[in-house]
């Protein structure tokens, strides 16, 4: 049974940092590729970031968050990181991460096989 957990979320003040981080069980994770999507309130869900498998060299980012996110992983802790710096009010969202059956990323939502439960995000003005 596949299970992505999110946790790291929380509240900051615009500007600030946060570390959100994604725990895999039940899949091999260094040959999947994974990506985080954020829904803010009546909005669709959008692409943030995606991360290849294996070594994780290719990397895909949102314009809205290039130069400022950036995804990392950890095969030997079956983790995921997404690193958010220079956060905007904007950034506000339940953030998701997301696992495809496959190395190659995509920033399509519907191009993901498992989901987690999300993590809230909220950046205070």
């Known amino acids: 049974q596949v299970q992505l957990v999110e946790s790291g979320g929380g509240l900051v003040q615009a500007g600030g940092s946060l570390r959100l981080s994604c725990a895999a069980s039940?899949?091999?994770?260094?040959?999947?590729?994974m990506a985080w999507f954020r829904q803010a309130v009546g909005k669709e869900r959008e692409f943030v970031a995606a991360?290849?498998?294996?070594?994780?060299?290719?990397?895909l980012y949102a314009d809205s968050v290039k130069g400022r996110f950036t995804i990392s992983r950890d095969n030997a802790k079956n983790t995921v990181y997404l690193q958010m710096n220079s956060l905007k009010p904007e950034d506000t969202a339940v953030y998701y991460c997301?696992?495809?059956?496959?190395?190659?990323?995509?920033?399509?939502?519907?191009?993901?096989?498992?989901w987690g439960q999300g993590t809230q995000v909220t950046v205070s003005s």
């Open positions: 997301a696992a495809r059956s496959t190395i190659y990323v995509t920033t399509i939502a519907q191009g993901y096989d498992y």
């Open positions: 039940g899949l091999t994770f260094r040959t999947i590729a």
């Open positions: 991360i290849r498998g294996w070594s994780g060299g290719s990397t």
